[in-house]
């Protein structure tokens, strides 16, 4: 009889926490989750940890164990879940083969009880419509349910605060009034696509962009393309006026320079910070955003552009890739309340 667990695999995912302790807050596994019983209690110390805000290693893992009457971890058996660090890559997998296995262990348990009742039961209707109830619940204990009466004082809640606001607008301001006036600023969690065709100055307005909802919020800008340097000289341009070309080659008077480090200084004000990375996977996106928004809080991120993200996963075509993204980014804002555009470049034909 075939038995749905792994002990490796569970290993490898606590020893993957360890190393990346940042992944606990994107996991979707649960103590619950795995069969170990000792994995079981190593995870929980972990998520124990996590909670406190303390930082996940031997020691401090050793400490929470102790706490456990039931552990039987040794320091030496924790060191060698250190060794699991090289499949960091594969832990979404990882997690779903898990999740998996704890499910047919739960389908296997409620078929073998089944079978009991059927000894002892003669009615089989009776038998059948326990199971499938049983089924049910199991499935809807893993969706989260919420009532109408909550949705809608939620609803209430937002717009008595739009009425206290007296006109306010109420989601992050872009810093454009007549685009606030369109859209209340930028209302959390929300994910935007700008789209356009090459060379309109996608980059230029997102830099200016992310200039002007810094000065109020913390953003995170994803150059996947232009290195930081050159991001630095648009930005300049923005806010001094001096012509781009004048920063580059130096050819600037000594009123000129003065207005590029008063323009510097003025930027260095703004809570905008950036991740410069060629080749940037959308699982390594997450990670960094998940975090950042941990240790610093997060508002927003932007990111230019949508082509130049890669995934650790491999598709037949570049359209399910993208889709794949897209919807990694929309759970992402979701999950982190926080708004994230994006750029993306239209076909020159559009």
Do not use: H
């Amino acid at each position: 009889m075939k038995l749905y667990y792994n002990y490796e695999l569970e290993e490898r995912a606590l020893g993957i926490y360890m190393i990346y302790s940042e992944l606990l807050y994107e996991s979707r596994l649960r103590a619950d989750y795995f069969y170990n019983t000792q994995n079981k209690i190593m995870f929980e110390a972990m998520l124990e940890l996590k909670k406190l805000d303390k930082k996940i290693d031997i020691v401090t893992i050793t400490k929470e164990l102790s706490k456990n009457k039931n552990s039987k971890w040794l320091p030496s058996g924790i060191s060698n879940l250190l060794e699991n660090g090289v499949y960091r890559s594969l832990i979404e997998s990882i997690e779903v083969e898990i999740i998996s296995l704890y499910e047919k262990r739960n389908f296997k348990e409620l078929i073998q009880k089944s079978l009991v009742k059927l000894e002892e039961e003669e009615n089989f209707d009776i038998v059948k419509a326990d199971l499938i109830k049983n089924i049910e619940i199991k499935a809807s204990d893993e969706i989260p349910i919420i009532s109408i009466a909550e949705c809608v004082e939620k609803a209430i809640e937002i717009t008595e605060e739009a009425y206290n606001s007296n006109g306010k607008i109420t989601g992050m301001e872009s810093g454009y009034r007549r685009l606030n006036a369109i859209i209340n600023g930028f209302e959390k969690p929300c994910y935007i696509v700008i789209g356009a065709r090459p060379g309109v100055g996608k980059t230029a307005f997102s830099l200016e962009l992310a200039k002007r909802l810094s000065n109020k919020n913390k953003m995170l800008y994803f150059s996947l393309e232009m290195p930081f340097e050159q991001l630095g000289q648009r930005l300049l341009t923005n806010i001094t006026s001096v012509p781009l070309r004048n920063i580059k080659t130096g050819r600037v008077t000594d009123d000129t320079f003065n207005r590029l480090l008063y323009g510097a200084s003025e930027l260095c004000k703004n809570n905008c910070y950036v991740v410069e990375k060629e080749n940037l996977k959308i699982e390594e996106l997450v990670s960094i955003c998940t975090s950042y928004q941990r240790k610093n809080g997060l508002d927003g991120i932007i990111i230019d552009y949508f082509t130049l993200l890669k995934s650790y996963k491999s598709f037949k075509d570049s359209r399910l890739l993208y889709n794949y993204i897209s919807e990694e980014l929309r759970m992402l804002s979701k999950k982190l309340k926080i708004n994230i555009i994006l750029l993306a470049q239209c076909n020159r034909k559009a």
